[in-house]
């Protein structure tokens, strides 16, 4: 048997590990074309990963898991979240690092069925990371938000995160290690092996030299956050933060804490495009400042438009955008949105430069200012599932920048009684638009959101929770791109003429 030959069944026999789908078939002629379509067909594994929710003893977080109700699936399977506490092959080990021993425990959340949320709590300081696995037919689409409310002290206010999947490079344009600030980047290893990650800091004038941001070494099973200060000694109102793993992966996201401002997580932003688009800013925004970062060699010049429900439109005084090559830039766009949903989408003037980028937005006013972040996000592609809404103080915002879109949105059953219901809604080329999201029926406790592409255009979601304590606007936003649900196939046929090359 030759090379080619044992290329193509490793080939085949790798997919089918992942997928447990893929399938030789004899062809009736040796030698025909046997080239088909990709398959699309569910994946049978995810990971996921919760960074500690909160350094507050007034820490009160909910976490919320729900994976949609997929074709294709079989009947077995299962999900779970546990500590991500260094556990050891013979069930022992150091919890956190500190020499103690740990056995596995209960878990934080253990789904029962697909198409139901299910919820978890926890409270205080001492939350840990948790680490997820869902398996079989609890694995396509699986979606875990965690939400905390902190009432007071730095960083009160509404904190929401979707717990992500583990991956070895991650961009952060928009966090600070300004005096009001306190920025951690949270990493979280999922793994048997430790893993290895250098975190690079680029502000307004190019990188921050920093020896102690490289070779980080995040222990199996552990989770850790390094505050940001400790890295430089460079006050900067705005920075890059750039997590490149040599070896492992891990999960990463970074918590932004303000004095003055509250506080959220700021996820990653997509990997470096040339266009960009940032979806769901809130109509009520008193003040928005876009962050952006092109990791190139050549500067970035970026056409700025805003995408509100009537149409784009330019913002005046802002119409363009100067990246340079290295230096993290920022602008201040002020109350942009003028009281109607808006998207910011960004793209290149003339020569295409590769660029990250994230929106800190401000709702209230004075005493009373909340904060989140908006990162350039990737098109909601098949389908997303956001968890974790509510009747009142949800608001869902779909963006066609190009084409015009029919988008199908389901409410699923509450975490604790109600029938899933859905609307389909057509979304206008070069628009927002905040959708009146369904509720099921009878709804008790909370609910998923499914959005799903029918025809038309590529679109762009987030979905803003709000919560009003003590007369501060709490709220958070998280983007909606591709759930991951999926994965393609493709289909390979068994060609004995290569036997006879």
Request: charged share 20%; proline share 7%.
């Amino acid at each position: 048997m030759n090379r080619t030959t044992l290329s193509l069944i490793a080939g085949a026999t790798a997919l089918a590990a992942v997928t447990g789908f893929a399938v030789l078939e004899t062809p009736d002629t040796a030698g025909q074309d046997t080239a088909k379509a990709a398959a699309e067909l569910p994946v049978e594994r995810t990971n996921l990963l919760c960074p500690a929710p909160s350094i507050s003893d007034l820490a009160e977080t909910s976490y919320t898991s729900f994976t949609p109700v997929t074709k294709g699936t079989g009947s077995d399977g299962k999900a779970e979240l546990q500590p991500a506490t260094q556990q050891s092959a013979d069930g022992t080990g150091d919890k956190g690092g500190k020499g103690g021993k740990q056995k596995a425990g209960k878990p934080v959340l253990e789904p029962k069925e697909p198409g139901k949320p299910v919820t978890g709590d926890a409270s205080g300081a001492d939350s840990p990371a948790l680490v997820g696995t869902a398996e079989g037919r609890f694995a396509p689409g699986w979606t875990v938000q965690e939400t905390t409310e902190v009432a007071a002290g730095t960083g009160r206010g509404l904190q929401g995160v979707n717990c992500t999947a583990p991956d070895t490079d991650f961009w952060f344009p928009g966090a600070s290690t300004a005096a009001d600030r306190t920025d951690y980047v949270h990493l979280t290893n999922p793994d048997d092996s430790a893993a290895v990650v250098d975190i690079e800091l680029y502000g307004k004038d190019g990188a921050l030299q920093s020896a102690v941001g490289e070779g980080i070494t995040v222990k199996p099973h552990s989770s850790e956050p390094i505050l940001l200060s400790t890295l430089t000694d460079e006050k900067q109102e705005n920075l890059t933060v750039h997590v490149n793993v040599r070896s492992g992966r891990v999960g990463a996201a970074v918590q932004a804490l303000d004095d003055r401002l509250g506080g959220d997580w700021l996820a990653a932003s997509t990997d470096p495009a040339a266009s960009l688009v940032l979806p769901g800013i809130p109509k009520d925004a008193t003040a928005v400042r876009l962050i952006a970062f092109t990791p190139g060699d050549s500067d970035a010049d970026l056409k700025v438009r805003l995408l509100s429900p009537s149409g784009a439109i330019t913002p005046a005084g802002n119409e363009t955008l100067h990246v340079k090559a290295g230096m993290t830039t920022a602008v201040d766009l002020g109350d942009v949105t003028r009281g109607e949903a808006g998207s910011l989408i960004l793209t290149p003037t003339d020569q295409s430069v590769p660029v990250v980028a994230a929106l800190r937005v401000v709702r209230g006013k004075g005493d009373d200012q909340e904060t989140a972040f908006i990162p350039a996000t990737s098109p909601v592609g098949k389908r997303a599932t956001s968890a974790d809404n509510s009747a009142k103080g949800t608001t869902l915002s779909l963006a066609a920048p190009g084409r015009a879109a029919e988008v199908k949105v389901t409410a699923s059953a509450g975490s604790e009684g109600g029938a899933a219901v859905s609307k389909t809604y057509t979304i206008k080329a070069g628009t927002t638009q905040n959708v009146e999201a369904p509720v099921p029926g009878g709804l008790k406790g909370t609910y998923a959101l499914t959005v799903e592409p029918v025809s038309g255009g590529s679109v762009y979601a987030s979905r803003t929770l709000a919560a009003t304590e003590d007369g501060v606007p709490g709220f958070t936003i998280q983007t909606l791109p591709d759930d991951r649900g999926t994965v393609a196939v493709p289909e390979a046929d068994e060609d004995l003429s290569v036997l006879q090359k």
